[in-house]
C-alpha cells in the first residue's frame, strides 16, 4: 500500500492550490473503509495535523490554521482525497503529507506512530 502526495509548488499569497493523496494497493472497497489526513511541517516546526476527511467522506475535520480557506473532500473510485486551498499565506509553507488509517477518529489527534501509511509529501511555497 503507497500513498501519493502530489500538487505541492510556488504560489503567492492570496493565490490557491489542490493537493491530491492518491492511493495504490488498496483494493477499491477497502479504501472507503480509510480516514484521510493531511499534516504539514513548516521549517523548524513539529508537524501538524490540519485535516481530515472520515470514511465515506461523511465528516471533516479542520485545524483552526486552515478553517474556512482549506476543503478536503475525496472521490473514493479514484482512489483519491483532494486537499484544495485557498487564500493562501506566508505561514502555510511547508510540507504537506497525507495519511490513511482505519481505526482513528477525524475528531481526535494521536501519536504519528499510530497512523498506518503516509505519503511523501510535497512542499508549498507561499510568497508574500
Known amino acids: 500500500v503507497q500513498l501519493q502526495a502530489s500538487g505541492g509548488g510556488l504560489v503567492q499569497a492570496g493565490g490557491s492550490l489542490r493537493l491530491s493523496c492518491t492511493a495504490s494497493?488498496?483494493?477499491?472497497?477497502?479504501?472507503?473503509?480509510?480516514?484521510i489526513n493531511w499534516f504539514r511541517q513548516a521549517p523548524g516546526k513539529e508537524r501538524e495535523r490540519i485535516s481530515c476527511?472520515?470514511?465515506?467522506?461523511?465528516?471533516?475535520y479542520y485545524s483552526d490554521s486552515v478553517k474556512g480557506r482549506f476543503t478536503l473532500s475525496r472521490v473514493d473510485a479514484e482512489k483519491t482525497a483532494y486537499l484544495q486551498m485557498n487564500s493562501l499565506k506566508s505561514e502555510d509553507t511547508a510540507v504537506y503529507y497525507c495519511?490513511?488509517?482505519?481505526?482513528?477518529?477525524?475528531?481526535?489527534?494521536?501519536?504519528?506512530?499510530?497512523?498506518?501509511?503516509w505519503g511523501q509529501g510535497t512542499l508549498v511555497t507561499v510568497s508574500s
Open positions: 495519511s490513511a488509517s482505519r481505526l482513528l477518529e477525524c475528531g481526535k489527534d494521536y501519536e504519528e506512530r499510530m497512523y498506518e501509511y
Open positions: 494497493g488498496f483494493p477499491l472497497n477497502y479504501y472507503s473503509f480509510y480516514t
Open positions: 476527511i472520515t470514511r465515506y467522506g461523511t465528516d471533516t
